[in-house]
DNA sequence: GTCCGGACTGTTATATTATAACATATCGAC
DNA sequence: GTCGATATGTTATAATATAACAGTCCGGAC
């Protein structure tokens, strides 16, 4: 539950996403087809939010036959198993880390180098289940999206 | 701070609203132009966010020269000077409750009626904050949303 | 007063994100 | 093997947002 550091040994974590992923969706009796498959190790490329049209041309490069609807049912696919997220202020899509355990979703985003990182939400959530109990309110989903600077890039561009 | 309720004087909201809105642009020295300010009590015509087209629309049947740049263009102004608050999930706009007083801005969003409450958000944005420190991560913008049903709504109709 | 520069608005075109609708294919239970 | 459910292919279009440039207004300098 940190910010991914520069440098590390990334394939390691797309191969731990995609093992995740298999389990989850076994577990779920979900069938992580070909192309879902491929569109998870693709929103994996990066620990950066990735697009639905990004995640259509990388398809297309590689020769499939894709149209935004290929990509979107992936994605929707994807989501409803808990295997990435999406961040309504990128319009993008990140892979979950923690497939499996039941969590809401909170993301810290980076406006320098793009990347994000899953943050530990249960103190949020429960700021927040509190307040909105307080006036009547019943939550069924959170959206956490907070913007500011990765520690990587405040070491290496300290404000002017 | 509290749900709308469904029977109020909604027409004291707007006039609050606009009033609020004259006085926090004298004092940031910002011009209410006609149709910011007509923009404004369009967004405010009910406590639910509206998309910008909806408000295109309204502005065309009302006989306004009205193109899309014409409504971002007013209401990016609102943002920029804390008068409407953008809701990412709903690609919509609602009025700030409290312009002048600096907050995150923090909504719970009925999935029934489509109302949207401003939360009070300081324990929401200190649990954020402190989980964001732990990591290195300094915080510059928050988006927190929240979906669920409000009381009204909830009373009305009793889960089945 | 008028000239200037910045802020505001009008207008056209286009980019970006997402979904509808329907045809075809594939899978697994029986 | 047949059938129903699920998944994919394909075309078209909806919904949201911005780029670019021309014209206009407005307040202060002179
Ligand atoms: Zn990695
Ligand atoms: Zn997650
Ligand atoms: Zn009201
Ligand atoms: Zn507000």
């Given at each position: 539950m940190s910010f991914p550091l520069?440098?590390?040994?990334h394939g390691a974590c797309i191969r731990a996403a995609l093992d995740a992923a298999e389990a989850e969706c076994r577990r779920q009796g979900a069938r992580l087809t070909l192309i879902r498959r491929r569109v998870l190790e693709l929103v994996w490329s990066s620990h950066q939010p990735v697009g639905a049209y990004a995640l259509l041309e990388s398809l297309a490069r590689e020769g499939w036959s894709a149209a935004p609807p290929t990509v979107y049912r992936a994605l929707d696919f994807l989501l409803r198993h808990g295997l990435v997220h999406r961040i309504a202020l990128l319009n993008a899509f990140v892979g979950c880390t923690h497939p499996g355990q039941p969590h809401a979703g909170a993301f810290l985003l980076c406006k320098v180098c793009g990347a994000a990182a899953e943050l530990d939400d249960a103190p949020v959530v429960k700021a927040i289940a509190e307040a909105a109990a307080g006036l009547g309110f019943s939550v069924s989903r959170q959206t956490i999206e907070v913007e500011g600077v990765c520690p990587g890039c405040r070491d290496k561009d300290p404000a002017p």
């Open positions: 520069a440098q590390h040994d």
